[in-house]
């Protein structure tokens, strides 16, 4: 059966995630798992690996996600060497869990019309929210675990967009664990997580992890004389820069009426089976529109739409334009040319 790339991958990484840990404590191989499923029809271990690849999967068949399903319904498949063991010898609490499974399993098989996995929704976690922090001069008093009244979301930057995009994670990912860190409370095991980069990608120490995914984005972000309140981005030699409203009464400059924001989507260098997504911007205008072109109910449909059909692979970076009002960033509409900046594709080697 054919299925279409979003679909096939989201089945190879529901495999992939059922063999790696859905018995936490086992390190069961694909070859252990070919070996048990070849005692009623031979399977190789290179077989098993394309059933699970993370880039370009093959689809198992109906009666061999059946076997899946009888394999990981009871840990007695692991008991002196993993095997199959026949449906009429389950136990009745493991055949239920086996009916469970296989029409999990069957339904990703079957859902022809199934729609694309949104941004910000996954199959499988923890989801890491990794955010800049405050400088120290700009924090609040709060800020210091020595005040009584310590508040540690007092050190966070970018706290609008991590409050708007922490609360759309929770309820897109309900059963999933979703963490948020400024930089310094990274741990090792977060970069292998879903992790989402949350602003200051030009001084987050985070990012330099990260190298191996965003090397290959031709966007940059560096300082500029002309914009003293944050780092511009640049593709080769074109600059993109906010823009600011006119001078009131001796000031030298007017109020920000538009940001850029940065979105970005790759897969995860630390693991292949996560994934890397940034939303940046100059300012923390530019920071909330990139979550909220993913967030704001009033146009994130219409832009998953055009993501799906402009990025077909799921991997993507964007400068967007995100207008000013009020003090207010706007949600970025990517249907709208003029709010595209630019765009960029893994396989088409450059951006437009």
Known sequence: MALNPDQARRLARRLRQLRASHWPDVDLTQVELATAFSMESNVAPATISSWESAGSPKTPTAARLSAYARFFATRRSLESGPHLIPEDELAEDERERFHALEKELLDLLHAKDLPRRNTLSFDVGPVTVICSESPSEEQSPLASADNPNFTK?????????????????????????????????????????????LGGIAWNA???????????????????????????????????????????????????????????????????????????????????????????????????????????????????RVP????????????????RRYEWAPTEGRGR
């Open 206 to 320: 985070v990012t330099k992890r990260f190298q191996e995914a965003l090397g290959q984005v031709p966007v940059t972000q560096v300082e500029d004389p002309e914009v003293e309140t944050g780092e511009i981005f640049t593709v080769g030699d074109k600059r993109y820069l906010p823009s600011w409203g006119d001078a009131v009464g001796d000031k030298g400059r007017g109020p920000l009426v538009e940001d850029v924001a940065f979105l970005a989507r790759l897969p995860n260098p630390f693991n292949s089976s996560r994934t890397l997504t940034i939303c940046n911007g100059i300012h923390s205008r530019g920071v909330l529109g990139a979550v909220r072109c993913l967030t704001d109910a009033r146009v994130r449909d219409a832009n998953e739409a055009y993501l799906a059909e402009r990025f077909p692979d799921g991997q993507f970076a964007l400068l967007l």
């Open 324 to 339: 000013v009002v009020a003090g207010e960033a706007l949600s970025p509409d990517l249907k709208n040319d003029d709010v």
């Open 153 to 197: 979301l007092n050190q966070y930057a970018d706290l609008d967009a991590l409050i708007e995009i922490y609360g759309h994670l929770r309820a897109s990912n309900p059963i999933l664990d979703v963490f948020h860190r400024v930089t310094r409370d990274v741990r090792a095991d977060d970069l292998s997580t879903h992790v989402i980069l």
